[in-house]
């Protein structure tokens, strides 16, 4: 393109129309400014045309966007602009125009070809309250969804020791301990000693004021960990829609 063509030779660099009955003459044009004039237009044509021709689109004397057109498909096919299918980030729910929010929702092959190259099962991802994750080296399928969790971990507890020893009853005193019917003989028999009805038919020998020991013995505490934090796993974030391009 050429440089900047220099301005029409008279006052001020601008065009005036004279005035006649002052016998003022207006600003005359001499041909080296038309040729100028002419230079420059035909200059600014040669830079549009040669976008045009870069983008393989013919001039359309009644078209007034050929060269926005072009320019797009330029950064398009020299992969300047947003790739078919890329997550990104936007901070409101309606999508700029060409791009559809992931929300699982299912789109048209037809309407959106570029877009069905990259999701070949015609739905875009639904990311609503997802975060994007590298594709391990192994185990996981391409777009494949993983459940959240907490990485498998132990958790250290303990309980102070104690030690109960051996316990004492109570002492009662010389005392005995009376049968009546329906006691059996020493030894296992089922024959019973009597029949007396009540508890008077005999009494025990007294042994004694006495005591009896009891052993408590070891024994284990069971500790339980209360449940604690929010209802999945999470980092500090900010909410956003993903959007990709699809037109």
């Not at 440089?3 to 030779?9: A, C, H, K, R």
């Not at 947003?82 to 559809?100: E, K, M």
């Not at 007294?206 to 960990?225: E, F, P």
């Amino acid at each position: 393109m050429q440089s900047l063509m220099p301005p029409v030779d008279a006052p001020n660099n601008e065009f005036s129309d004279g005035n006649p009955s002052l016998g003022t003459l207006g600003t005359i044009v001499r041909a080296l400014f038309l040729n100028n004039v002419q230079d420059a237009i035909r200059s600014v044509q040669r830079e549009l045309l040669s976008i045009l021709a870069a983008a393989n689109i013919n001039p359309d004397g009644d078209s007034n966007n050929q060269v926005l057109q072009a320019i797009n498909k330029i950064m398009v096919d020299s992969n300047m602009s947003v790739p078919y299918g890329i997550p990104l980030p936007w901070p409101t729910s309606t999508p700029p125009t060409g791009y559809l929010i992931c929300n699982g929702a299912s789109f048209s092959a037809a309407t959106y070809p570029n877009l069905a190259a990259v999701y070949t099962g015609g739905s875009l991802p639904d990311l609503r309250g997802q975060t994007i994750k590298g594709l391990p080296a192994s185990g996981r399928a391409l777009l494949s969804l993983e459940a959240d969790g907490n990485k498998s971990h132990t958790h250290n507890a303990s309980a102070s020791a104690t030690d109960l020893g051996t316990k004492t009853t109570s002492n009662n005193g010389d005392h005995s301990h009376s049968w009546g019917s329906g006691m059996q003989k020493q030894g296992g028999s089922d024959q019973e000693v009597g029949s007396n009805s009540g508890d008077g038919f005999g009494t025990t020998s007294t042994a004694g004021a006495h005591t009896h020991d009891v052993v408590l013995g070891s024994h284990s505490h069971t500790i339980t960990v209360d449940a604690s934090g929010n209802s999945e796993t999470t980092v500090k974030n900010m909410a956003f829609h993903y959007i990709v391009r699809a037109a």
